[in-house]
């Protein structure tokens, strides 16, 4: 048998296997992979936000507000870049956050990262069009409850107003920074600020001392010191109170697993991944495609939201053959095994661990 490479999990870490799960564990792996892959939030046409006089009546400080709000707020990655986003609901067994669309253009599913450190997918369900900065707002939802909501101001923000930004600038994961309101344009639609606001800061919280969102950090001018800007609340209200109808496009889709084929690219769907430290399966965007080798094998190649590869070769003895590419020039072998389920397969690695990808019915070598 040939040998094997083993994919790094998406992220920073090199990708390492949960021991063995026993039947049962295994069992629960792949009824919950099967509830990501049939299951889809519902429309909601109202979301029960938390309400304005939830805010603080106190001036807070930077210290105080990023204490309670970043428990709210999330890192966004989709595999094309980074972005964040806030909480904004918790509602019929889903949680809801807000994002810019800019941020989540071109994806289905995204993969957040919370301040303490754990992750989920989640996925887009409303998305404005993007075409102006008004409507460059979109709607994820996330299955349980998870993080804390922020409340909407319900007051226009005012000049001279002091604010705080809470986001990933530059991969900077859950930075903050202040400053005031410099203006507000567009009939109290958008403020200009002179917090910074920088690649990865897009669709995190504008927040007063209050603890109230006042925006929605969405873009800032090049060639230009302080001239930052951000979707008012009062347009992220209208959004949320018309969902769907305030989306320019369809609510996504259940992400659909991939369909082995001839270079078929099965799109975008979610994979469980189970981290060695971690008592609790990941659910993380990833996209399956196949192909043949010169010598005419089958083999499937798994791209995970980072940029970071699998490439998987299966053979009828139940073995298979595992490469991994960690996206940085980085890469390693494995020889693991397999078997086929209702839910797609379960690939179970040397060193007794359990992946599981929706929906493959793979070619045998």
């Known amino acids: ?16 296997w949960r021991p063995a799960l026993g039947a049962t564990g295994l069992a ?7 509830m990501v892959r049939s299951g889809e939030p519902a429309r909601t046409p109202k979301l029960a936000m938390a309400p ?3 805010c603080s009546a106190r001036n807070l400080s930077a210290e105080q507000v990023f204490s309670t709000a970043s428990k709210g707020v999330a890192v966004v990655s989709t595999g094309e870049g980074l972005g964040s986003a806030f909480v904004v609901a918790h509602q019929g067994g889903q949680t809801y956050l807000i994002t810019n669309t800019h941020v989540v253009r071109g994806s289905d599913t995204v993969r957040l ?10 996925q887009v369900v409303a998305r404005g069009s993007g075409d102006t900065p008004t409507s460059d707002l979109a709607l994820l939802a996330v299955a349980g409850s998870r993080g804390t909501p922020l409340a909407m101001g319900d007051h ?7 604010v705080f930004v809470i986001g990933a600038p530059k991969g900077l994961e859950f930075s903050l920074s202040r400053g005031v309101v410099s203006s507000v344009r567009e009939k109290d639609r958008i403020l200009q600020i002179d917090a910074a606001v920088n690649p990865g800061n897009s669709g995190g919280p504008v927040l007063d001392r209050g603890n109230c969102v006042a925006g929605v950090a969405t873009f800032k001018l090049n060639d230009s010191e302080g001239l930052n800007f951000a979707i008012s609340a009062s347009v992220v209200r209208d959004f949320l109170a018309n969902l769907p109808a305030a989306a320019a496009g369809e609510q996504a889709a259940a992400p659909r697993p991939p369909e082995a084929g001839a270079n078929a690219d099965g799109g975008e769907t979610l994979c469980l991944f189970k981290r060695p430290e971690s008592a609790d399966p990941e659910q993380i965007p990833c996209r399956l495609s196949d192909a043949q080798t010169p010598d005419g094998q089958t083999i499937y190649q798994l791209a995970w939201a980072d940029g970071s590869r699998n490439t998987y070769a299966f053979f009828g003895n139940g073995l298979v053959a ?19 389920t209702d839910a797609g397969v379960a690939v179970r690695s040397s060193s ?14």
């Open 113 to 122: 990262k919370w301040v303490d450190g754990s992750s989920d997918a989640a």
């Open 28 to 34: 629960l792996l792949l009824t919950s992979c099967a």
């Open 156 to 162: 226009p923000a005012a000049v001279g107003q002091e």
């Open 352 to 365: 007794d661990a359990v992946a599981v990808i929706p929906g493959l019915d793979p070619v045998l070598n």
């Open 1 to 16: 048998m040939p040998s094997a490479h083993i994919p790094s999990h998406p992220g920073t870490k090199p990708l390492r």
């Open 52 to 54: 304005a006089g939830s």
């Open 322 to 340: 595992i490469q991994a590419d960690d996206g940085a020039g980085g890469n390693r072998t494995d020889q693991g095994s397999f078997r086929r």
